[in-house]
Every structure is written in C-alpha cells, then in structure tokens.
C-alpha cells in the first residue's frame, strides 16, 4: 500500500506544480485539456549578428525567453553569434555559418550576399520582397569620437572633418603643430575595412570626401594616385582593429594615449561617454562628417532549406518583439536611432539630450550613395596597399 | 535492494563533494572534476597573487561548456622564458598572457607562424614608466616639466651629475636595467631609447636600429648603468633597502612602482612618464591556436570572468589599470602612489616583429661590456661535491659572458692569489677554464686579502665608465686567516664604483659576513647551495 500512496501523493503534486507553471512556460492557454497534445520540443532561433548590437540583443533576448512567446506551440530558444559583417557574410557563402537569422550592420551586405548567391544558387539568399523581407531594426550614423581638447583642435582646420585630421597627421611637428608636442603625433584609428561593416563605411565616407561628392564615386576616383597617397598618410597614423567595438572600448581603456580620435558608431560612442570621462577627466566629443552613411541593421529572415516553418515563426515573433516600442526605446537608452517612427530620442533621459554638448546631433547631413560592388572591391584593393595590409 | 541504493547515496554523495558549491579553502585550486573540460593559462609572475584567486573562485563557479564543468589551471611563467617553451613545444598552454602583446609578434616572428594564436584582448594594463626618487624628479623640475629620455641622456652625460641640479650629494645620475630577452619592461626601454635616439615616435626600422648613431645613443646611455639585472625584483629590492645612493632611476611597470610605494619606503618614487612617449603593457588573453573548439569555448567563459567588474576591482587592489572600461580608476593609481591616473598622454608604435628582434640583438650587441674578477674560496670547507659544484657553476658562468667581457680570477685559502690577471675573455677563456678545473682546497679563509687582491686587478679601470666593474664572491665562510680586515676591504673600496657580489655558498655560509660586503657596495647577497649553484651561475651571469 505504502508505495502506491507515494506514488499517488508525488503524481498529484506534479499536476499541480505543472498546472501552476503553466503561464511561466509559455502555454497560452491555460484551460486546454492536459492530455491532448505533448507540448512541441523548444525550437532554437539561431541570429548572426553584428556585434555593436550585442548589448541590446542579449538583454532583448532574455525578455523574449521570459515573456513566454512561442512558435507554432514551441518554446524558442535563441541563440545569439557576434560576428564582424564581412566576417559573417563570408561564413555563410562558404556554408560555414547556417543561422536562421542574419543581422548585420547594413543592408549593404545583404546585397552583397544576394549577389553572390543568385548566381550560385539562382535566387537570393534574403527575400527582397513579402512579409520576410528584411526590416530595419535600429540606426546608427558614423562620427569621429575624439577627446574633448584634441578635438578642438582637428576642427579649426576650416575643412572637413577628414581634411582637417589629415592636415594634422601630415604636419611634421604633430601636435607640436597645434602647441601641444606632449601629446606626440597625432594617432587615430577605425575598424578593418576587410572585415568590418564600420572600417568600410569609413574608408567609403574618405573617398566620398576627397573627391568632394556625394554620390557616383567609380573605380577611377578610388584608383586615383592622388587619392592613393592622401589615404596612405592617412592610414600610416591609423591602428585598426577588427572589430568596431572592441576599438571604441581600446579608445577609453588605453586613453587619449594611444587614439586622438576614432572612426566609430554613433552608438558605440554615446555608450562610453561616461565612461571616459570617469576614466581619463576629459570629455569625448562627437564630429560628423559632412556627409553620412546609415547603419541600419537589417532583420533578415533567411530563405535557405535549414530554416524550418517553426524557424521562420519564431524569427518573426522575436522580429516583432525588437520592433515593440518597449524593446525600440531600450535601443535608444543604448545609443541607437529607433526604426519606430513615434519612439522619441530626446527625451529627458535619452544618450542625445543627455550628451548634447558634447556634439550630439539629432539631424544627420547629407547621405552619400553606397557605390556597386565593382567600387567597393576596388576601394579595399587600394586600401591594402595604403595600409600595406 | 539494499546495495544499489546504497551506492546510490554515496555516488550522490560523491557528486556533492566534486560538486561546485563545495567551497575550497580561498587560494587554493580544487582537483578538477573527472569529466572537466581542462584549460590552462600561462602568464607572467607580477599576476600571480590575482590569478591564484581569481582562478580558484572562477573553478568553483561552475561554469560549464557543453554540459561539462571547465577546470582552469595556472603555470606562472616569465614572458620572455614562456615564448621560448611555447616556441620549442615544451609549454602548451591554451591561454598565454605575457606581460605585452608585443611578446605574440616576437613568438610569431621566431616561430614564422602568423597564426599561432586565433585572438589577443587586453586584460589588465599598465603604462611603463621610468621610476624616479621624487626629490630628484623634483630637481629635474618634476612635476611641472616633462622628462624624457634626452633629458636622461643629458644627465648621464653631465661631468658634475647631480651637482648641476645644485645636489652634489648625489653624485652622477645611475641607473639599472633588465634583460630584453626575458624583461618585458627591458624591451620596452630599449625599444623607447631606439625612438628617442631617431627621435622618431612610430616607423621605427630596422635601418633606424643598427645605426651607428643609435647603437652610440644605446651605449652613451649605458655609461650610467650600474649593471644589470635578471629581473626587475633585485632592482627594487635594492632601491628599498639602499635608497637614494644605491641608483638613481629604474624603467618599471607602474604597478612595480605603486607596489613599491605601498610598502611607505623613506623616499619614495614617483613615475615619469617619458615625454618622448611610452608603452602600454597589456596582458593580453591570448586563445592560442592549438586549443580545440571546445577549449576555445571555455576560454571564452573564463575571459569574461577575469573581465568582469568584480575581477577588474581586484586586479586594481594591485595597482593594475582595469582593461574594462566600465570599471573606475581609483586608488592605488593616484598621486599618492607615485602614479598620475591621467598619464601617459602619447604612445610609442610597436614596432614589427622583425624591427623588435633586431633591437633585441642590437642591444646586446650594445649594452655595457664588463670588467669582472671571480673570486673563489678555496679553503678546506669546500671540499668534496661542493667544489666540484661550484666548479661546473663557474663554467656555466663563463660560458654566457660576453666575448668581449674582461675577466680573472683570484683564490682563497690560507692565502690570496691572483691566478689568471685580467685578460679579454675571448683570449683568457682556455687559461680561466683550466684553473677552474686546477682549484686544488685546503687551508684557511683569507677572504679579506683576496678582496684587496682583486681590487688591485681592477686598479687600472677604476674610473672606466665604459664598463660595468664587478667582483664575484663565492664563499662559504667568513676570513679566518686574519691577515686583514674587513675595514680594510671597506677603505680600498671606498668611492669607487665596483659592485662585490657575494654568494653564500652552502647551508652554513656565514652570510652576516658577507651581508657587510653587500652592503657597503650595494649589491645582493646570493644563496647558493650544491644542488643549484648552477642556476645561481646562470642568472647572475645577466646582471653583466
């Protein structure tokens, strides 16, 4: 007898316990029958992304297990990869990398994989139209975030940000130049075009802005061997690294030391400004080039033969779930333009008005045209050579 | 029935035991779990007493890869020796954190591997700095103006040395200096004085190293060193226990001198960050390329333990700059300490791997050449394995000083005799080894005479700022001829600049005796014993 009662205690306890735990679990309906269906093994969403966004994915993540969404019935899973967007992008053309998701920086890799894949493949990669087509989840433009002094003194050059810092590098004396010889050359750096979605940006922004336009740069402006030895001195004074963030946290660790300024985010920028003043008693200010380039972080669900219906569900549960004004304003708290129109970034608290002087823009100048692939390939070509890379 | 239960209860048992919640006295590593997955991390001395700690808290975390408990385990290795072993294969660890990066580009360099390592982050910093005692950087108008390495080069180069900063007291400006090939801090001053002498502050080449005019700027620079050293520990045991008059500067790591500073010395020392620009040690993380996927894995768990704030706050109890920029400065690194939280403002580029060997061998091409006596007892009390000890010993030593070196040797028994005059090694090296094998012991110890021996050998170079005038002691016991006296040894040494280092041979060596002597020239004392006389040999050969 003693064992059967046990066992009718400890299965009356189970129900119990798993009846309450209901909710928490995910089950939406609480007064389903309990013994129609087994509940669908947990589907894991896999996302490559680029790792500026790491801080805002992983607190959205957590949020989105906790809230008890699910896909079809199933629990999701999500499992977060950072990686550099060249770097995933060459992962996923060599079949290494088999994400449900794709994120990164700017929709111009996307473009870039589709490319490639249509001629493999016969289709694109990412669907350019329907309700899977890739949708923005947050902005960010390009500064130059440089220590508060130093930077007044990159900017009375009456050029562009760019001219200004290269008339620095270039002049003999450094920073003698500018009456400050302890603070030796001048030193900058930016991510490695190679790898990154942000060193790409930035030699794009240089070029754009040594043939003073906007648009149209062609494979003759960046062959140019004027262009050429402008960019080698640029980048004789540059450190790169291959991932933005991890420059921009260098930026604060090392100090005005190792970089007067760096090529960066926006919102890698608008993350360390306390930071650095804490650290070094100096502000860090923000330049913006006279003309922009947005990243805009597209949400890409991918149409390959791994990603399942359950798959495909769950991307889209967890897409609507950055979209969602709580998780849209959060970005903002980090730094990020929203992709929601009516999500403000002024408020009272946000990064903008709370650094605002310190060079804070909340209007962003001129766009420049992201050129086709032909130009990009042959403006890294060039920048190996100037980087001796 | 009963058995399977039982054995139930004590594999639960078992498991609690192994489990991680099991609390292990603090420091001390526990055994690693059967199924661990087992990493291990080589890094250099100066993060021992973090490590120990955080290592041992980081295995009781529980932190797992792949459902299996991660086990890290800690080989503290000077930098310059684990580049070595991990270049031969001897060392395979699947972290290494030397003191600098700058160590990676040696080994990829060395190794012709460009891939030998899959990722390098920083993990605590510290600027190198030339540590001075502060009433000198004050003379030198500390902290108001800059001081850089030509101001250095100046004050060596200076006939009246300190007397120009109106401080005759303290005579000629000194200092020491490590070894490049194992100092992390050497490299990064020998590196700093190739930029000061091209007056360059990135681009350095290899051109620019065998200069003529830098290697001169090297050696003119030498003229002040009052030797060198294995390590930065003798330096700065020294500077505590001799003061001011022992030398005048020494390039360290600021946690060196923060950790100095900390022990309320008399005089303390306050950092120069060298106009010209300095160097950031970084002790990186480095995930080296043989570690597998899953090692890699754990490796990544252990990094952002060792990168969180709480280990950060800790690793600044020891006068590390956090590597996390969400971390504070605060205390130690202050003025109180010596150190300025808002220094160094310029750096200097790391140079290419190639352009870092060739300053390596350019200065050893370069450093100060030695005029050194070895003086040996020879007396009764040496008998047995105990000469034959000291014997292979001075071989070794012979063996790793510098063909140019000039050396002789004196013996001790009952009385003091100049065996081999002082001769250049390269010529004397057959005559030095043959009387080393001849050392015949017997009779008393006339130790005191011997001194004054040697220091007629060295009469001719007293004044000889080109070379490093040294005498090297091997004794086991204290004079027992008593033909002098140690006032004596005291007034023939009186205002020169020879360093008498005295080894105190055996458990018994009567080291009061030779303390004395250490003492008044401002050395160390070395203990040595059979069983590693050889290392003694070894290590002391770098300090010429």
Redesign the interface.
Known sequence: MRPLRLAITIGYLLLVIATAAMPLLGWQRPYAPLSVLPRPAPVTLTIVYGTEKQRWLEDAAAAFEASGITANGASIDIELRGLGSRESMQGLLDGSLKPDVWSPASDLWLALLNQEWQQRAGRPLVPTSGSDAPQMLVLTPIVLAAWQQRAAALSDGGQSAWQNLHASIVAPE??GAKGHP????V?WGHATPTVSNNGLQALLLMAYDYHRKSSGLTVADVQDPEFLGWLSEME??ASFNDSSA?LM??M???????YDAVATYENLALA?MA??R?????NLVLIYPPANLWSNHPYAILDAEWVTPTDREAARQFRDFLLSRAQQEQAVQLGFRPALRDVPLDGAASPFTRNASAGVRLDVPTLVEVPEAAVLDALLDAWKRAAQR | MMKPIRLLLLLALLLTACGPTTASPPGEASEAPANAVKITLAYSPEKEAWLNDRLAEFNRSGAKVNNRPIFAEGVNKSSGAARTEIKQGSLQPTIWSPSSSVWLEVLKQESGNPNVAVSS??ML?T?VVISMWKPMAEALGWPNK?IGWNDLLALVNEPEGWGKYGHPEWGRFSWGHTDPEISTTALSTVLAEFYAATNK???LTEADVQAESSQKFLRDLGLAIKHYGYNTLVFSENMKKYGTSYISAFPMEEITLIEFNKSAPPTPLVAIYP????F?HDNPFIVMASASQEEQQAAQQLFDFLNSPESQTAAMQFGF??????V??GDPISPQFGAD???????LEVPPGNVLVAAKNAWAANRKRANIVLVVDTSGSMRGDKIEEAKAGLELFLSRLLPEDRVAMVTFSDTAEVVVPLGVLSENRIQLQSAVQNIEVEGKTAMYDALREARKVLEADIDDRNRINAIVLLSDGEDTAQTSTFEDVRADYNETDISIFPIAYGEDAAKDALQQIADFTRTIVISGSTGDINKVFENLSRYF
């Not at chain 1, 604060?252 to 190792?258: L, Y």
């Not at chain 1, 804490?278 to 100096?282: A, E, K, M, Y």
Request: hydrophobic letters at 25%.
């Open positions: 450094g920073w302890e603070w030796g050359t030193k004789r004074a991890t946290n260098d604060i660790a090392f100090g005005p030391s190792r360390q930071n650095a804490s650290r070094w008693n100096d | 982050r920083p910093l600027p800059q502050s990135r681009g106009r010209e620009g300095t950031w700059r956090p590597a996390n920029t969400a504070a400065i939280p808002n220094q160094p403002q310029t750096l």
